[in-house]
């Protein structure tokens, strides 16, 4: 009779069986909750702290980051550093995951996508310098699909350490010197990167970096101690990465940096207390390369046990690449010293993320051939377009810029005219020189068939060898106009690239002020991954173009803004000190005690920087009016409306950014002599007028944070400044 009952159920409702043999973390239908619950009632430790562990894959390109390979990858490894394309190769090691290991939990594969993977765009410092955050998430989309198509599920990206000074090389990777920049840049990069959702078939995992503050490393030395208060911290530092985690960022990477004596690596109050516990953040973090391990030469773990015991009581879930939980945690749980519960927690977090992507109901990637998945047509177009709008134009005498329809022949001189290497920029592994169009390029391009191009070298990057001087020189002669291109190599900037002067190589200064004697109108061009000390050049040229490091396609538009078909419309992300010696300076410092002329500044130098942040030139003329408040008194709960209006009453059509600073004259405590909290970019025609408008929340634009991260709202008068125009208004209580 039972057997009659079962096999009669069996046959009216067959899925009743098919269902109970699929396990719950196995069925799509499920939330995503639940199935991470299901699967971890079923891993066992070993699987568990496997999970909680990255190793790396393939020929490790980046030389910065030493270490053996671990030996035979497990296939229960919760993620790989996938150092190769080949999305064929990749699947094989997916199925060895899904098929040779127990519970089948496929590995979550990532590497640093970081302005493209092989459409190169550029450098995340200049992307800010465009101040279009939507070209910016369309170009982060576009690389997470190329990332896909590699084989990629996670990038390590954005990043998003506020920096001031230029002497440490990752200023290059960041949105530049401002809190407001770097977290409306981040919040672009993680939509592009993360889409509608993780889920869908082209989105990937991002990756906010390095948290936190890291971009104060002392005497902008890479890796060292950071001396930062609480105060700052919540001021400056953290306020981009919690614009992230409330964007919804699957990840966050710690950073190596020492931070006031608890390293980030091992820092409780920022993994846990901050990051989870107050921001509700329900991902998981990542350390940086060997970052557990290096708490021993921080001097906070007497060993690789006690740097993991460290490490995960502050709340780091995943162990890039050093082993050290893969070798210490299953003996900390032995010793009570871990409690399980805390190892579920950690892992509950990465299994979250893996099936937010999907990756459980989709383990594998489509397999395209190379010339499908890269450099697709309209991607280079958006690389272009960001290359465009990212450069800047720093000086214009005499409107020597856009070159004169009478010019006939142009002197193209120096090291970077027909480099492509490093327009790529640092990390841009994937890149590949061929890919890149030169400065020469875009120029034959543009200019080919009405002007002679004439092109000479003149000397390298770096070196004393001047051999090229005279030609060069003769060149210049030659010529109508002499456009002088130097810059850095792309590994003058990145990781491990702090460099003691930010000026170039006195060789690439030789060769310009030597080209003086031709006695032609100077146009100076660079290319470089931060701000650079130009105070011995600048008097000696009419012109100077920022290109920064623009990726495959930066010489059309270079060539585009030199023959005026372009109006540049860059403006700075960051300060241009005058010389090193300013560093740190930076556009929200706070007031001097003794604000009179130089008092208290350098004796020997002027006090100003060269260029400040949110300077750019136009070919048109921007006439900023009528600005003004819905009200000279508000209430703080109460929203205010500031409004200006601008007009193109130049001669060609230009987009103008408004930028919308805010300051506090008197407060509890000192404040920024000015604060960026809001900005606008707008196309404008010829004689168009356009009114730009900040709706300003006291809350979020005016309050003050204290040491805890609270944010206080003072009554009393602020001023908002937009353009020259300065409006002063109060808030009461
Ligand atoms: C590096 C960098 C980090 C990068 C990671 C993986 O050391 O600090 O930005 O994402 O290792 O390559």
Redo the contacts with the bound molecule.
């Keep these: 009779m039972r057997r009659l009952v079962i096999l009669s159920v069996w046959v009216l409702f067959p899925w009743l069986f098919v269902c109970s043999q699929t396990p719950v973390y196995k069925d799509a239908g499920q939330p995503v909750e639940k199935r991470v619950n299901d699967l971890l009632s079923r891993m066992n430790l070993r699987e568990k702290v496997l999970q909680l562990n990255q190793y790396t894959f393939g020929e490790n390109d980046?030389p910065?980051?030493i270490g053996k390979e671990v030996e035979n990858l497990p296939a229960e490894i919760g993620s790989l550093?996938y150092l190769s394309i080949d999305p064929q190769l990749r699947n094989e090691i997916q199925r060895k995951a899904m098929e040779e290991s127990r519970l089948g939990i496929p590995i979550l594969f990532a590497t640093?996508v970081i302005h493209g993977l092989r459409t190169v765009y550029p450098i995340s410092l200049a992307q800010a310098c465009s101040f279009n955050p939507d070209l910016v998430t369309r170009a982060c989309r576009m690389a997470a699909k190329e990332s896909v198509l590699s084989g990629i599920n996670w990038t390590?990206s954005p990043?998003i350490d506020v920096a001031r000074d230029p002497r440490w090389g990752r200023i290059s990777e960041c949105y530049g010197e401002d809190p407001y920049l770097n977290a409306v840049f981040g919040v672009a990069s993680v939509k592009g990167y993360q889409g509608e959702k993780l889920s869908d078939p082209y989105s990937i995992a991002a990756c906010l970096?390095?948290y936190v503050g890291y971009g104060v490393s002392e005497g902008g030395r890479d890796y060292r101690y950071t001396d930062i208060s609480p105060q700052a911290l919540w001021e400056t530092y953290l306020p981009p990465y919690e614009a992230g985690v409330k964007a919804g960022v699957a990840t966050v990477?710690s950073s190596?940096n020492d931070i006031s004596g608890i390293p980030a690596t091992s820092n409780h109050y920022l993994l846990t207390e901050v990051l989870k516990d107050k921001w509700g953040h329900d991902g998981f973090v990542v350390s940086?390369?060997n970052a557990i391990e290096q708490l021993i030469y921080q001097g906070v773990a007497k060993d690789r046990k006690e740097a993991a015991y460290k490490a995960f009581q502050a709340g780091l879930e995943m162990d890039?690449r050093d082993n050290v939980y893969g070798e210490y945690l299953e003996e900390l749980v032995s010793e009570e010293k871990i409690q399980m519960a805390q190892i579920d927690e950690a892992v509950s977090r990465i299994l979250r993320v893996k099936f937010r992507l999907g990756l459980f109901d989709k383990p594998y990637v489509e397999e395209l051939p190379e010339k499908e998945r890269y450099l697709q047509k309209e991607d280079i177009t958006l690389a272009s377009d960001l290359a465009e709008e990212s450069m800047v134009l720093l000086k214009n005498e005499n409107s020597v810029l856009p070159l004169s329809s009478s010019i006939k022949r142009i002197a193209l001189i120096g090291p970077m005219v027909k480099d492509s290497s490093n327009l790529l920029g640092a990390w841009a592994f994937r890149g590949r020189a061929e890919d890149v169009e030169t400065i020469y390029e875009g120029m034959q391009k543009e200019f080919g068939d009405k002007v002679q191009l004439d092109y000479a070298q003149g000397c390298a990057l770096d070196g004393e060898d001047e051999s090229g001087f005279f030609t060069a020189l003769e060149t210049a002669k030659a010529s109508d106009v002499v456009v002088v291109c130097l810059g850095e190599a792309k590994q003058w900037s990145g990781?491990n690239a702090s460099r003691s002067t930010i000026a170039l190589p006195s060789i690439q200064e030789k060769l310009l002020l030597y080209l003086k004697q031709a006695n032609k109108p100077i146009v100076l061009v660079l290319s470089n991954g931060r701000p650079l000390e130009l105070m011995r050049l600048e008097s000696q040229v009419e012109a100077i173009i920022e290109m920064w490091q623009p990726g495959v396609a930066g010489g059309t538009p270079l060539a585009g803004i030199l023959s005026g078909r372009v109006n540049p419309s860059g403006k700075l992300s960051v300060t241009f000190p005058l010389s090193t010696g300013q560093i740190p300076i930076y556009y929200n410092m706070r007031q001097s005690a003794r604000p009179f002329g130089a008092m208290g500044d350098y004796q020997d130098i002027p006090t100003e920087p060269l260029y400040p942040f949110g300077h750019g030139l136009s070919y048109t003329t921007f006439v900023y009016s009528d600005a003004k408040l819905s009200s000279s008194k508000i209430k703080k709960d109460q929203k205010l409306i500031a409004e200006v209006t601008v007009t193109n009453a130049g001669k060609v059509e230009g987009k103008e950014t408004v930028l919308w600073f805010v300051s506090d004259p008197v407060c509890s405590i000192s404040r920024p002599m000015k604060e960026l909290k809001y900005f606008e970019k707008q196309s404008l025609k010829v004689g168009e007028s356009k009114v730009y408008r900040f709706e300003i929340d006291p809350m979020r634009d005016l309050s003050y944070t204290d040491a805890t991260g609270k944010r206080f709202v003072e009554a009393g008068e602020f001023v908002v400044w937009v353009g020259n125009q300065k409006l002063t208004f109060e808030v009461v209580d």
């Design positions: 980046n910065n980051n550093i640093d390590f990043m970096k390095h990477m190596f940086d390369w890039m990781e």
